[in-house]
């Protein structure tokens, strides 16, 4: 029986989360896995807004923005979910459609995303470039444009992600359409035969790429920096390309049915101020929205040029989609 | 009197037909939610037939490959004995029980575009190998289930009486003739079962097709599901791709009983005939090739795997221990699942073996093979949020549905060996009036113990790399060690995640070894 | 015909030897109880397994290095004779061509001995489809059709009822009286040996002791074979 008890302890020890705050109204923010993770944003962002909210904290993690999305559309409007951080802009349409949203009623000051913002649903708390990273010890010529990637001989192997599983993927499907239109599918059948492979997400690829398999891979102009200041690694780059960048920007909104709306704006609030954004470069690895007090870190890439920011609204994002998809399939299956 | 002796309903029959409905309801039951909670009926457009034909085509030429590549390598570890023969079955069976981004960097770390061949062909002049696209599947495909098939067919030639090699050799039989009369029998009765396995499990991949199918084009049904979800968020299509899914399944399913003989159960794989129709040099060269070539297509990943994780483990903290423990208590906890679940299906079958309903129940551990998991998270979901917070559940959903999916490998492993039993004493018991939990722990148990420790083996390494069917229901503060590894590597640390795969490896193997040491009662 | 000069067994603890040589024709029994090592002396005699000391030679030729297939030996096992995927013919007709190439002469000697096993129109069954005594004979048709000089049986008839058994063992004496092959059978019943065996050995204690004269022994039996008879 002593052996019972002592397994039944050790179950319930290893089984049990985070301890519960005895008492404190429970914030749930619904985030992408890694924002929560213990190497991302999510353990100090929890810190210092339980310092200031008489609250407790709580994340609940869905795999990226889409799955993130499709969770708070399953549970609909039985959602316990106060705020859900980290869907983007090719998301927000059908996150607007879907009428599981509020109104924020903030204002932002300050903005550092290129373009400005004035989304009444959603609030973007940073940003980044789409862009190829390749190694510059191992890549000598660098393509400076889709059409010079395409031009490139077919040795120069590039890993993409797929648009129908991950972020990323669809993020290059909008660049591609955003730079190009209705040339779109040129520029896939010239891309076509350096694609070595398309993974399911930007884990595989960026895994992929690390491992030499490939001579460049797609992720974001911030990539490098983390190899720079984490690993004092100097060796990646971002290849910038003349027909710009498409942006990713990651936002946040409350949900409708939130248990708790007054703490969910003070988390919005608490999101666009310095202290949640200062975290934000050397943790997601991506810009912050708002401009920081003293600029970004040391050796983090600067933007490039705000003129070089490709975009497409929401609703155009949405509109686009599937025949871009279905261009990027036909052109990627001959 | 009569009426004993052949009990029409008996509590092993009723507990049966208990777990097999709770299964169907898991697998078939999750697809009907999902359909239900559909705003659309789905329907099916041009691109998921195509997803079907490249399903049906990479997962026909993987098993057909996966089996055939088998024969020789299960036929060389039947007919010698040599040092480390187990320790070699054992790492053989690793590919099969590692997560899928592991197994798929070190299959790249090897023969990838900057592995190792590569490097030494680019070293010498010739362009680097290409393994993306149709066969880059199939390679990956046949890594991963070419221990598997072997590990079946070897089954199979346990089963032989050992009389019958003495019998051919004092024949004069040749290796022909022992392979005609001997071997071919035995394949027959076992490969169209170990083919519909392999090919169920290449249809519900869908990771190692995206990742080295080089493009769209290695579309399978999985992957459309998955986009039917968070793409289009579109549940009605979900359900029928989940469905077209269950049809391929039982198409394999009827394959596979049409085809297979069932034979006696092996005495497990420890066993070697002795044989005096290879003993030439020529025979030991070609098994030793065999060997030899076999390892090394399936052991240097592996190796790749375990040397760069060594570099990793420095690098992780406290949290890899806490998610490695969280991952032990799962796969325990989804052992015991696995076990109790497979001895009352195998109880119920053996006893009722000449039954429909038997069929039905054995049928039904078997559904887990050609279920999306993608749908039974879904469905689960759907189905608990309103009642509980999911992550609360976390844990137990991981242990109970990684629980199912390994159900039908310890059901491979157990039911002949209960069917045997119930043939060989179960008229004894019946006459000493011996039932229920006495004739399990005295009769049926002490045969069945080496099976069970294996099937528990098994479940036990399943579920420790097992990831993925509850992303919906995972807690950020309890990850267990797969999903902790892709968050490693979700934040840029791959050495780290390495450091942890070789973790996740090394704890596998070692509970394999040790349910499969207990069940051998050493 | 049979020589066993000096041969030791062992196997673990168990050890088993036997020294003597019995003549061309002779029927023996090896009698004693289970695990002395019956069933041993025979798989050494028919090569599955090499002797640690000692030689065993059959018409002279020492047998050492010979494989199974090349002794002059046929050995029917308890159960298993059979192959359960091949017809009765066929698992008759392997005795003479393991690849089933025969010739027409060939197929009359296969009809022949099962003919003279009482089999005659089962050539098509299979296995499972005879009853224990009837696979028995399909074996001892095999062994008949091997016409090798020395034939052993390892209790293939254990299983079968008294009068069955009787009827087989009558079957083996008119097949080794025909062909003339000397005969070592395992048995546990004295009344199998008195049946049909001109010698009996008694195996006990990590001996197979020197043939007697069946009845002899059984009429005056040493300590241990009162032990074992009780």
Request: charged content about 15%; proline content about 6%.
């Amino acid at each position: 029986m002593i052996r019972i008890s002592l397994m039944a302890a050790g179950l319930a020890l290893a089984l049990a989360g985070a301890p519960m705050a005895a008492e404190k109204p429970v914030l749930n923010v619904y985030t992408y896995d890694s924002f929560a993770s213990d190497w991302g944003p999510g353990p100090k962002v929890e810190k210092a807004f339980e310092a200031i909210c008489d609250c407790d904290l709580k994340f609940t993690t869905a795999g990226d923005g889409a799955a993130l999305l499709a969770r708070v559309q399953l549970e609909g409007k039985r959602s316990r979910a106060d705020v859900v951080l980290g869907l983007d802009t090719s998301l927000t349409a059908r996150a607007a459609e879907s009428g599981l949203f509020a109104p924020h009623g903030i204002t932002p000051e300050n903005l550092a995303v290129p373009g400005g913002w004035n989304d009444p649903l959603f609030l973007p708390f940073d940003w980044g470039y789409f862009a190829f990273v390749y190694d510059k010890n191992k890549l000598k010529t660098v393509p400076r444009s889709f059409k010079e990637l395409a031009a490139a001989p077919d040795s120069l192997k590039i890993v993409i992600e797929d648009p129908r599983s991950s972020t990323p993927g669809l993020g290059l499907l909008l660049w591609v359409k955003a730079a190009y239109g209705d040339k779109a599918p040129e520029i896939w059948k010239g891309l076509a035969p350096h694609i070595l492979t398309v993974t399911k997400g930007w884990s595989e690829a960026y895994g992929m790429f690390l491992k030499g398999e490939a001579d460049m891979v797609l992720s974001y102009t911030t990539s490098p920096a983390y190899h720079l200041i984490a690993e004092n690694d100097d060796s990646k780059a971002a290849a910038i390309f003349d027909e710009g960048h498409y942006m990713q920007i990651e936002v946040a909104g409350k949900m409708a049915t939130a248990p708790h709306p007054d703490l969910a704006d003070k988390f919005l609030k608490f999101m666009m101020s310095e202290k949640f954004q200062s975290l934000i470069p050397t943790t997601n690895w991506m810009y912050p929205a708002v401009q920081l007090k003293d600029g970004l870190p040391r050796r983090f890439a600067a933007p490039i040029p705000a003129d070089k920011a490709l975009i497409l609204s929401p609703e155009r994002a949405q509109a686009v989609r599937d025949a871009a998809l279905a261009e990027w399939q036909s052109a990627l299956s001959q | 009197m009569a009426e004993r002796a052949e009990p029409v309903i008996t509590p092993a029959l009723v507990a049966g037909l208990g777990v097999a409905g709770f299964l169907a309801a898991l697998s078939l039951g999750t697809v009907a939610v999902v359909a239900a909670a559909a705003d659309t009926p789905g329907h099916l457009g041009a691109g998921d037939w195509a997803a079907l034909k490249f399903t049906l085509s990479q997962a026909l030429v993987s098993a057909a490959l996966s089996t055939i590549l088998a024969i020789p390598v299960a036929r060389a570890l039947a007919r010698r004995r040599f040092f480390g023969r187990d320790l070699l079955i054992t790492l053989l069976g690793a590919p099969f029980i590692l997560p899928v981004i592991v197994a798929v960097l070190g299959l790249l770390a090897v023969y990838g575009r900057g592995g190792l061949i590569s490097e030494l062909l680019v070293a010498l002049g010739y362009a680097p190998l290409s393994i993306y696209g149709f066969r880059g599947v199939v390679l990956a495909h046949v890594f991963f289930n070419l221990p598997l098939a072997t590990r079946l067919l070897l089954q199979g030639w346990q089963r032989v009486p050992g009389e019958h090699f003495l019998l051919a050799a004092q024949l004069g039989m040749s290796t022909r003739d022992i392979n005609r009369v001997i071997e071919r029998p035995i394949l027959r009765s076992v490969l169209p079962g170990a083919f519909a396995t392999i090919f169920l499990l290449c249809v519900t991949s869908f990771a190692v097709a995206l990742t080295l199918g080089g493009g769209p084009r290695a579309t399978t049904i999985e992957l459309a599901i998955y986009q039917a979800f968070r793409f289009d968020f579109d549940m009605g299509r979900a359900a029928l791709l989940a469905l077209m899914q269950f049809a391929i399944g039982a198409g394999a399913a009827v394959f596979a009983w049409r085809l297979a003989r069932d034979g006696a159960p092996g005495a497990g794989l420890g066993r070697v005939a002795r044989r005096w129709d290879c003993a030439g040099f020529a025979a030991r060269i070609i098994d030793g090739a065999v060997l030899a070539a076999v390892s090394l297509f399936l052991l240097a990943p592996l190796a790749m795997v375990l040397l760069r994780g060594v570099f990793g483990l420095g690098l992780l903290d406290a949290g890899a221990v806490t998610a490695l423990v969280r991952s032990v208590i799962v796969a325990l906890m989804s052992t015991a699942l696995t076990l109790g679940m497979a001895l009352v299906l195998g109880t119920a079958v053996a006893r009722h073996g000449a039954g429909h309903m038997a069929g039905w129940i054995e049928s039904a551990g078997h559904l887990s093979l050609a279920a999306s998991p993608m749908v039974i998270g879904t469905g689960l979901f759907i189905l608990l949020y309103p009642l509980v917070d999911p992550a609360s559940v976390a844990l137990a959903v991981t242990a109970l549905v990684n629980a199912v999916m390994s159900l039908p490998f310890a059901l491979r492993a157990l039911v002949p060996v209960m069917r045997h039993v119930q043939s060989v004493e179960g008229m004894l018991a019946d006459s000493l009036d011996m039932g229920g939990w006495a004739r399990f722990r005295l009769v049926t148990w002490p045969a069945i113990r080496p099976a069970a420790g294996f099937a528990a083996g098994l479940a036990a390494a399943l579920s420790m790399g097992d990831l993925g069917v509850v992303a919906l229901f995972a807690d950020p503060d309890a990850a267990t060690l797969p999903l902790y590894l892709y968050r490693l590597m979700g934040s840029y640390r791959m050495e780290a995640a390495q450091g942890a795969a070789l973790l996740l490896v090394a704890v596998s193997i070692m509970l394999f070894r040790l349910f499969d040491w207990l069940g051998k009662g050493a | 015909m049979l020589q066993l000069a000096g041969v030791e067994i062992r196997q673990g603890d168990f050890l088993l030897a036997a020294d003597w040589r019995i003549a061309r024709g002779v029927r023996l029994a090896l009698i004693g109880p289970s695990g002395a090592g019956k069933s041993t002396l025979l798989a050494s005699i028919a090569g599955f397994l090499e002797p640690d000391a000692g030689r065993i030679l059959i018409d002279g030729h020492d047998m050492r290095g010979t494989p199974p297939g090349k002794r002059p030996v046929s050995l029917l096992f308890q159960e298993h004779n059979l192959f359960p995927y091949l017809t009765v013919w066929q698992n008759v007709a392997l005795g003479l061509r393991p690849d089933l190439k025969l010739s027409a002469d060939e197929r009359r000697l296969v009809a022949r001995s099962l003919d003279e096993v009482g089999l005659a129109g089962m050539d098509g069954r299979l296995p499972a489809a005879l009853s224990g005594g009837q696979r028995q004979r399909v074996a001892l048709a095999r062994a008949l059709l091997r016409d090798r000089p020395l034939l052993l049986l390892d209790e293939p008839f254990a299983a079968l009822g008294p009068a069955l058994r009787g009827e087989m063992l009558d079957l083996v004496r008119r097949i080794t009286d025909k062909s003339g092959a000397t005969l070592l059978m395992v048995t546990h019943d004295p009344r199998d040996a008195a049946r049909i065996a001109d010698l009996t050995s008694l195996v006990s204690a990590g001996q197979a002791h020197a043939p007697v004269p069946t009845g002899e022994l059984l009429r005056n039996p040493p300590a241990a074979l009162r032990d074992y008879l009780g």
